[in-house]
């Protein structure tokens, strides 16, 4: 009988129906608040990358008329670089994120990807270029092989199993006995968020788009797992352009270039060494998670 009242599930009905990319998106913006802010342009045509570079060009932005919250903010990421914005709690990061996919237009400024206003070509097409890998994914509830495979139509049975298995997660799917057909979400098998996030960059492996937005995790993983993450993470921005939007720093010291925001303003940029020589607000944030990180290791022991 609930084989039956399956296809009436409210849940499988949208996400059924809401675009690729979309639901990714929904998950991390909360979609459905913010789905009506913006339209797509007569005609917009699509979006056409070829060098997937990324701009942010003076960009003002507030959620409310009378609280800006970007104030004409201006970067880079050139194509296939990794570029991480780090700073403060409610310093604008996640905002950068939301603008990044349209879920809001800025008050003033353009956000360009290969030289193209995001603004003025159609959102699907925008939304088909970025891939994202949430802190915290939400998984249908469907196959495990379904959740990685939604990553893009079409998707192959093989091109499911090699992103499982660069996303390290084909070791927990070889133990389960129904493998990549096992039902999971609220009413299927209940995965770690670690897992949970080894699924979305399966995901975001099959979908393959050529820039990457990772939202990395608030809270602190054991130092193993952390490592793992961070492999599989490499993976996904290997020869993408990438922009980490940071909580922690400890996982974008690596970064090519780092960006440090401040109440909605650009406070610093560099390396994680350059700025450490700086010695301002990254140096001193970074010296605060250290020895945060010192006492969890005493605490443990
Ligand atoms: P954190 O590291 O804590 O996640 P953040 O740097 O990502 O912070 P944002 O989420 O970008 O910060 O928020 C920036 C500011 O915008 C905050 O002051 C927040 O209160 C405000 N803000 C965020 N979302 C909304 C919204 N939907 N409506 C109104 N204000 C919002």
Do not use: C
Request: glycine share 8%.
């Amino acid at each position: 009988l609930m084989q039956l009242f399956r296809p009436l599930d409210m849940l499988g009905m949208v996400y059924r129906t809401v675009r690729q990319g979309l639901i990714d998106m929904a998950a991390m913006f909360r979609l459905i608040d913010t789905e009506a802010e913006v339209r797509d342009i007569p005609n917009a045509p699509a979006l056409i990358v070829r060098r997937p570079t990324l701009q942010f060009d003076n960009v003002v932005f507030g959620y409310e008329p009378d609280r800006t919250i970007l104030h004409g903010l201006s970067f880079e990421v050139p194509a296939g670089r990794h570029v991480a914005i780090v700073g403060p709690s409610g310093a604008g990061k996640s905002t950068i994120g939301r603008l990044l996919f349209r879920f809001y237009d800025p008050q003033a400024g353009r956000i360009l990807i290969d030289g193209q206003d995001i603004a003025k070509v159609t959102q699907v097409s925008l939304r088909e270029a970025i891939g994202i890998v949430p802190q915290d994914s939400v998984l249908f509830n469907d196959t495990i092989g379904y959740n990685i495979a939604y990553g893009r139509d079409g998707a192959t049975r093989e091109e499911v199993e090699a992103a499982a298995r660069a996303a390290a997660i084909m070791p927990l799917i070889e133990r389960l006995p129904e493998g990549f057909e096992t039902e999971v979400g609220e009413r299927g098998l209940k995965l770690s968020g670690g897992e949970k996030q080894r699924v979305a960059i399966a995901r975001t492996l099959v979908k393959d788009p050529p820039i990457v937005l990772l939202d990395e995790a608030t809270s602190a993983l054991d130092s193993r797992t952390e490592q793992e993450i961070l492999r599989t993470l490499h993976r996904v921005s290997e020869h993408r352009t990438t922009l980490a939007i940071a909580h922690r720093l400890s996982t974008i010291a690596d970064a090519d270039h780092i960006l440090v925001l401040d109440q909605g303003r650009l406070a610093e940029s560099g390396t994680h060494p350059e700025l450490l020589r700086v010695g301002g607000l990254y140096a001193e944030m970074w010296a605060r998670q250290q020895a945060e990180a010192e006492q969890l290791g005493e605490a443990a022991e």
